[in-house]
């Protein structure tokens, strides 16, 4: 099992950048896919980006975020620049044991409580 912190949210004006941290227990960190989910008021969770084996990105983040992580650290990251308001919303690190980046919200086992990004106009 593994339990997810994310930290690294706030607010920003549109162009600006943050950097998410998703930080993970327990010694098999390097076995699991980490992805990136985002979920706005309103509005289902989404994918954001993911990695394991590859990396994997929505197109509307393409070019602007950048997924890595270091397992020395049991941390990953996104790096978001070029922030638009419509990236506001509560962001989630999710974990998939023993497998590859996948998309699809349902493939990942475990769930951090989020971080809130709000980008003003």
């Known amino acids: 099992q593994v339990q997810l912190v994310e930290s690294g949210g706030g607010s920003v004006q549109a162009g600006g950048s943050l950097r998410l941290a998703c930080a993970a227990s327990?010694?098999?960190?390097?076995?699991?896919?980490i992805g990136w989910f985002r979920q706005a008021p309103g509005k289902e969770r989404e994918f954001v980006a993911a990695i394991r084996w590859r990396l994997l990105y929505t197109d509307s983040v393409k070019g602007r975020f950048t997924i890595s992580r270091d397992n020395a650290k049991n941390t990953v990251y996104l790096q978001m620049n070029s922030l638009k308001p419509d990236d506001t919303a509560v962001y989630y690190c999710?974990?998939?044991?023993?497998?590859?980046?996948?998309?699809?919200?349902?493939?990942?086992?475990?769930w951090g409580q989020g971080t809130q990004v709000s980008v003003s106009s």
């Open positions: 999710a974990a998939r044991s023993t497998a590859g980046a996948s998309m699809n919200v349902n493939d990942y086992d475990y």
């Open positions: 327990g010694r098999t960190f390097s076995t699991y896919a």
